[in-house]
Each structure stands twice: as structure tokens, then as C-alpha cells.
């Protein structure tokens, strides 16, 4: 199915919990790679608790099908989902991991093959330019606005081509990271404290905006307990070392805690002090729906859902901030992307030996 050198061989690994999105994606895969440059091996690696289906029953398509293997993730998350798949893969030279949200172009194909063939030696990964489309018609939504971010995140996995030494040479990604967020940006500071180098790439992949519920906003600040365990791992300048957003917990927690001082101060009877925190909590609480009200297309559904989200994100923020103080206190760090070592057994045969928390 290919014809490119032996360094340019690759293998696409998809984490996937088989949405509806798997066939858009395989079938625009399919496409971007009919004229060669195709894939060794094509993994998809399912992360739901039911046993692995046949890649037939996935809609892959056709053509992939010769080359599509299928295995149960275990329901482990992405980072060990992704540490499988490569180990399944095979031994070629790169592994591309592709979300099974986005939609590789046309000439994915093409351009993946001049990313890899121009790819520096030290280069351990080369990133895709991710596009995502938002409404001409209107302004986008605060999930629509996140969503966004994807295209000028530094290190996204959504489309990364991972050369496989770098890989084995920092053991993969830190199954520590139980969702799809900052598992990325540790194995990309790891891999720049080893000496290695990460590039961007020509090819283009377009990721559409999910739908989501109007409670998406207060799940995914999950999140927070992920950022405690980076500031484990890499120290409190890791924010700027990987040019991630800081967000708003500082606020979060000051706004949850003029909340519970009100209360407090009521329960006391400390009348004026309870008004005061309250006060607080109110101001700071209209000010958080405000700044996400303002950009957005500011219909009834939308502002009725920003402001009582406004409230909720906070404590929960904070919840989370707190969950990860307790879980992650003993978390110790991987260290730097180790040289490779020409004599040692192969690390993606077997699983992954991980530091515990």
C-alpha cells in the first residue's frame, strides 16, 4: 500500500470510545492516503468497557481494512490508550496519533510524508495545523470558543506524528493523566528536557466542534486536578514553558471562598460580614458571566446557560483544584526523554512501568 523510504514509514494509532465521528474520520484518512503515502498499520484502540468490535462493525472503510487492527483500551484513558496502540503498532519509524473527532485534508497524505521526510534528526514530533470551523453567521458560543483553542495549541495530539525513538526514549505518554488534557503538554516537556525538538508540519486537519450539552463547561473543569499534578511533575513555570493559558482558578478559589465565608459568617450570626462575603461571591460571580456573555452570541439559551454555569464553575473548579492536592501529593516525575539505550529490551512489548502516585 506504500512506496515511501523506510524512515518515512508510519502507523496511525486512534484512540476512540466509537462515536459516530471514527467513520468521518477513517473515511477522510482513507481518501487523504489512496494515492500512496498510506499507513503500515492502522490501530484503533477501543477505550469502552464492552470488548473490542471487528473494524467492519467501526465503519472503517474498505480500503483500510487490510491494515486495521482493533484492541480494547481497558477504559484507561487516552495517554495509556495511545501507549497501547503504538506498542501494537509495530516497528516503524513514526507514530501518528489522530483524535477520532478530526477530519485529516485532502492532501494529508502528501504533505505527512514531506513533514516526515524534512523532519530534523532531533526532531522527536512534528504537529499538524489544526483548523477548526466556527459559524459565519453568528458569534461562536463559549464551547465554541474552546473549541477554537485547538488551533493555536502548541503540542495537540488531536494530529501529532510522533517519531517512535522519542516515544521509547521518554516511555510513552504518563497513564498518571486520566483524560484527554495535559497529557500532551507533559510528554512535550519531557521530550524538551531531554534535548529532543518539536516541529509543525504542513498537513492540515480539520476538527470540528462536538456538540455538547450546556454542562460541558462544568465537567471539563476535571481538569484542574490534571494542572496539580503537572505542577508535580515540572515545577510551578511549566504554564509558560508550555505556553498554556493559566484560566481563572486563582479567581475561582476566591470567588468559592467569599461563597463559604457567607455562609459561615450567617450560620454565626455575623449579619454584616455574611453581606459583605456575599457581596463577593456576587460580584465576582457576575463578573465571570459577563466576560463569557460579551464575546459570545448572546441568545436567551446561550446567556441563560453562561450565567448559571458562571455560578457553578467556581466551587466545582475549586473541588477539583482540591481532589488533586490530595491525589497527586506524592506524584514524582518521570524525569527528561532518556538517550535511546541500543542494548535494552524493547519498553512497547510489554506495559509500561509507572511511577505511582
Not at 526514549?169 to 503538554?185: C, L, T, W
Amino acid at each position: 500500500m506504500t512506496h515511501e523510504p523506510e524512515t518515512e514509514r508510519y502507523a496511525v494509532v486512534v484512540p476512540t470510545l466509537g462515536r459516530p465521528s471514527l467513520g468521518v474520520c477513517l473515511e477522510a484518512l482513507a481518501a487523504a492516503t489512496a494515492q500512496g503515502s498510506g499507513p503500515t498499520a492502522v490501530v484503533l484502540v477501543h477505550d469502552r468497557p464492552e470488548t473490542a468490535p471487528e473494524p467492519a462493525a467501526l465503519g472503517v472503510p474498505r480500503a483500510l481494512l487490510p491494515v486495521t487492527t482493533v484492541v480494547a483500551g481497558g477504559c484507561r484513558g487516552p495517554a495509556a490508550a495511545r501507549n497501547l496502540g503504538a506498542r501494537v503498532a509495530g516497528r516503524v519509524p513514526w507514530i501518528v496519533f489522530l483524535d477520532d473527532d478530526v477530519v485529516p485534508g485532502p492532501t494529508w497524505g502528501r504533505d505527512l510524508a514531506r513533514d516526515l521526510a524534512t523532519a530534523a534528526p532531533d526532531a522527536a514530533a512534528v504537529t499538524a495545523r489544526i483548523d477548526v470551523p466556527l459559524p459565519s453567521e453568528r458569534r461562536p458560543t463559549d464551547w465554541e470558543r474552546t473549541t477554537a483553542g485547538l488551533s493555536t495549541a502548541r503540542w495537540i495530539t488531536a494530529d501529532m506524528a510522533f517519531r517512535r525513538e522519542a516515544l521509547e526514549a521518554a516511555d510513552g505518554f504518563d497513564e498518571r493523566f486520566p483524560r484527554a488534557f495535559r497529557e500532551d503538554a507533559d510528554l512535550a516537556l519531557r521530550l524538551l528536557d531531554g534535548g529532543w525538538t518539536l516541529a509543525t508540519g504542513s498537513r492540515r486537519t480539520t476538527h470540528p466542534v462536538r456538540p455538547a450539552d450546556r454542562w460541558v463547561s462544568v465537567r471539563v473543569q476535571a481538569g484542574n486536578a490534571d494542572d496539580v499534578l503537572m505542577n508535580r511533575l515540572h515545577g510551578s513555570d511549566w504554564w509558560g514553558r508550555a505556553a498554556a493559558p493559566r484560566g481563572r482558578l486563582r479567581r475561582h478559589v476566591a470567588v468559592t471562598a467569599a461563597a463559604v465565608a457567607a455562609v459561615g459568617c450567617a450560620l454565626s450570626g455575623r449579619s454584616r460580614a455574611a453581606a459583605v462575603c456575599a457581596a463577593g461571591w456576587l460580584a465576582g460571580t457576575a463578573e465571570f458571566a459577563v466576560a463569557r456573555i460579551a464575546p459570545g452570541p448572546r441568545t436567551r439559551t446561550e446567556t441563560t446557560t453562561m450565567v448559571v454555569t458562571s455560578a457553578l464553575i467556581p466551587p466545582v473548579a475549586t473541588w477539583h483544584w482540591l481532589r488533586g492536592q490530595a491525589a497527586h501529593r506524592t506524584a514524582r516525575p518521570l524525569g527528561p526523554a532518556r538517550p535511546p539505550r541500543g542494548d535494552a529490551a524493547d519498553p512497547w512489548q510489554t506495559p509500561h512501568e509507572r511511577v505511582q502516585t
